[in-house]
C-alpha cells in the first residue's frame, strides 16, 4: 500500500487521467538548454484515442457551458485549445509570441531564467464579458500564464478557468497564479 502511494500519480481531474498524461509524456534531458528537463507531449497529441479522453476531460471539469471562447498559448497551446473549441462549439483566440498579430495587440512582458518574453492578444479578441478558458501543455514558473490571464483581463475577457496538461510541482507557478485556480491533468 506505501508503495502504491509513493508510486501513484496525481492530478487534479483524478489518478486515471493523470495516469494517461503520464503515460504519454516524454522527458527529454537538457532541453532545449542544459539542465532543463523538457516534459514533451507530443506523444499524448499524436494518439488520437487518448488525445480526445485527455480534451473530454478538460471539457467535463469546466462543464460545457462555463466558457465562451477558448485561449491557447502558442504553440503547443494551439493543439489543446484547437480541439476543445471543435468539441464544445466555441472559438479560439491565440496568444502569440510578440510581432507575430497583424493588428493593434495589448503586450505583456515577463522574466525567464535568462532575458525576457513578451505575449501579446489582439485588443477585439473578447467582447466585453466573454468568459474564457485558458490552456496550455505545462506550467513551470507560471509566468507565462500569469501574463496570459493578465492579457485576458485588459482585453475585456473574464477568465474563467485555466487547464495544463502537466504542471512541475516543485515550481510552484500555480502559488503565482493564486488565487486564480489551476486545473492540472498531471502534477509531478
Ligand atoms: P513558465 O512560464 O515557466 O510557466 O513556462 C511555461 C511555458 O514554457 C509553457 O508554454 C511550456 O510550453 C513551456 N515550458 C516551460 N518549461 C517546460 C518544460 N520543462 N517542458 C516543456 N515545456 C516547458
Known amino acids: 500500500m506505501t508503495e502504491t502511494h509513493s508510486t501513484a500519480v496525481r492530478g487534479d481531474s483524478g489518478p486515471e487521467v493523470a495516469q494517461l498524461v503520464a503515460s504519454r509524456v516524454l522527458d527529454v534531458p537538457d532541453f532545449p538548454k542544459p539542465g532543463v528537463m523538457f516534459k514533451d507531449l507530443m506523444p499524448l497529441f499524436a494518439d488520437g484515442d487518448v488525445f480526445r479522453e485527455v480534451i473530454d476531460g478538460i471539457v467535463a471539469h469546466h462543464g460545457r457551458d462555463a466558457f465562451d471562447i477558448v485561449v491557447g498559448i502558442e504553440a503547443r497551446g494551439f493543439v489543446i485549445a484547437a480541439a476543445i473549441a471543435y468539441a464544445t462549439g466555441v472559438g479560439v483566440v491565440p496568444v502569440r509570441k510578440a510581432g507575430k ?17 513578451t505575449l501579446e ?9 466573454h468568459r474564457v478558458l485558458v490552456v496550455d501543455d505545462v506550467l513551470a514558473t507560471g509566468g507565462t500564464a500569469e501574463a496570459t490571464l493578465d492579457l485576458v483581463e485588459r482585453a475585456g475577457g473574464t477568465v474563467a478557468g485555466f487547464t495544463v496538461l502537466l504542471e512541475l510541482g516543485f515550481l510552484e507557478g500555480r502559488k503565482r497564479l493564486a488565487p486564480r485556480p489551476v486545473h492540472a491533468l498531471l502534477t509531478v
Open 121 to 129: 492578444v489582439h485588443q477585439d479578441a473578447f467582447t466585453a464579458g
Open 101 to 117: 498579430l497583424p493588428r493593434p495587440a495589448y503586450s505583456a512582458s515577463y522574466e525567464l531564467e535568462y532575458g525576457e518574453a
